[in-house]
Every structure is written in C-alpha cells, then in structure tokens.
C-alpha cells in the first residue's frame, strides 16, 4: 500500500517579467523660488518658495545680508526621473549672487531622463550673477536641462552653466547616457537667442573627434547681457588668451556668448576663477565675482 500522501496539483498564476523603469521608483520633485528687489540697504527678500529636496539660504557677506543666494539639493544628487524646477526674479535695483553650495551630480538612469528646469529674470535696473558649480554627469545619466532667461532693457546679467563628464580623478569615462542642455534668452518677451546641445547613445562612441569636443571632459556656457557690449566681449576676448583652457567669446543679437573647454574639470575650474576675479575687478561693485560659496 502506497503511504505517501496524493499532492494536488495547485495552479499558480504565470510569471511575468518586469521591466523596470525610473517611473516604478521614488522620484525628486524640488522646486525653489526666489525674489529680491533693491532697497536702501541693499538687497530685500521678497518671495522665497522652498519644496525638498530644493532649499536656499542667505548668508551674510561682508556684513550685508542677501547679498549672495545659495541653492542646496539635500538628496545628494539627481538620479533619472528627478525633476527639480528653480526660479530666480531680480526686480528693480536688486543686484544678487546665486550659486550652489556644491558641484551637482546627475547619477546612471534606467530610461527615464532627470530634468533640470531654470528660470531666471531680471527686472531693469536689476543686476543678477547666475554662478552655480559645475554639473558632473555620470556614465548612462540622462539629463534634459533648459535654463530660460527673460531681460530688460536696461537690467545686467552673467549667467553660466558647466557640465563636468565624469570624474576624472577615478578613471571614470562616459561610453553612454543621454544629454541635452538648452537656452532660451528673451529680451521684452521677444526670443533674442537659442541653443540646445545634445548628446545620446549614438554620439558617444564619436565624442573624441575634433568636431565635436574632442579629448576635453568639461565645457561651459557663459552668457552677458548689459551696457558696454563691445567693450566687455573685448575684455572677454583678453581673458581668454591668459587661461589653461578652450575659450572664445562672440556677440549675438545682444549678447555676448563665451565657450570654455578643458580636459580636465580641475582646469575648466581654476579658468573659471580667473574670469570671474577679472570680472569683478573690471565690473566694480557688484554680484560679478567669484562666489564666497567657491571657495568654501
């Protein structure tokens, strides 16, 4: 006689394979808002608008407060799927310094891009720096990032944007991944310039070619819009020629567009100061120097 039990078959439902994407993960939705206007004693807040991971602070500099703004991602980074949205409004008389507190870092995504969303605004008779640190993107990161600035006729503005392409230090080397970095200047709501720079799956394997940016790991986009056009993309020109790095400086419409490149983000960095210390100098009293964030 047969002692072992009769098992009864148990239907289980079919296995399905997933296909992960950033979207089944949690995402960052920062977002920061600021305003500022002039007054007699320098710089006063108007709005400030804070939601995490994004959060900015005021220090005070040389005994005046608000002079310089700085902008804090407490995640520890962007990964793919992030979306982080930053507004800066200069109004009038306002003259302000925004800047990071640390070099961004745009971690290895599954499909889904991280978006980096900036608008900034300068009212007339308004002077706004945009200084941030360097943007270091990691092998497979995807990062769509759109900086859009809208000017007055008589306001002033430097804004930059850098992307760092691994880190050097460690070997790191980017074979893959998606960017795609855009500008859109109005001035009086009307599109006086815009650039995209892109790069994706297929272009990486021909990075290296001359045409594109040949062996350098770290590009910049400064942009100026103020008096004395042709005397400060003179003066861009003159820095150019003293710095360890790629560098050129046109006009268009009315502004002044200036590209560094550097093998090295280390380079890209020191040529970054040196512009920014002659800025300061040649500019006079003003937010276009080199922020005290830098060098902290």
């Avoid at 297929?202 to 400064?222: G, N, V």
């Avoid at 819009?225 to 820095?239: A, T, Y």
């Amino acid at each position: 006689m047969n002692a072992m039990p009769q098992l009864r078959k148990i239907d289980s439902p079919p296995v399905r394979l997933v296909s992960w994407s950033d979207e089944h993960l949690q995402r960052a939705k920062g977002v920061c808002r600021i305003a500022v206007t002039g007054s007699r004693d320098g710089n006063e807040i108007v709005d400030v608008f804070q939601q995490s991971p994004l959060r900015v602070i005021f220090p005070r500099i040389g005994g005046a407060a608000a002079k310089e703004a700085v902008l804090i991602n407490t995640g520890g980074g962007i990964a793919g799927g992030d979306r982080l949205e930053c507004g800066v409004t200069a109004m009038a008389g306002a003259s302000i310094t925004v800047t990071s507190q640390t070099a961004e870092r745009v971690y290895g995504a599954l499909d889904q891009p991280a978006r980096i969303l900036t608008k900034l605004r300068v009212g007339d008779g308004a002077k706004l720096a945009w200084f941030p640190h360097e943007t270091i993107v990691f092998n497979w990161a995807r990062l769509h990032r759109e900086t859009e600035v809208e000017i007055s006729s008589g306001s002033e503005l430097v804004a930059l944007e850098w992307l760092v392409f691994g880190r050097a230090a460690h070997g790191e080397q980017m074979v893959g991944g998606e960017i795609r970095d855009s500008w859109r200047v109005k001035k009086q709501g009307r599109l006086i310039w815009a650039d995209t720079f892109r790069i994706d799956e297929e272009i990486f394997p021909h990075m290296h070619r001359k045409a594109l940016i040949s062996s350098c790991k770290a590009i910049a986009t400064l942009i100026y819009f103020g008096p004395e056009l042709h005397k400060r993309l003179e003066l861009l020109r003159e820095i150019s020629r003293s710095v360890d790095c790629l560098c050129a400086a046109t006009s268009v419409a009315d502004l002044i567009i200036g590209r560094l490149a550097a093998k090295e983000s280390a380079k890209l960095k020191l040529a970054m100061h040196a512009l920014l210390r002659r800025l300061g100098s040649e500019f006079g009293d003003g937010p276009f120097r080199v922020p005290k964030m830098w060098s902290c």
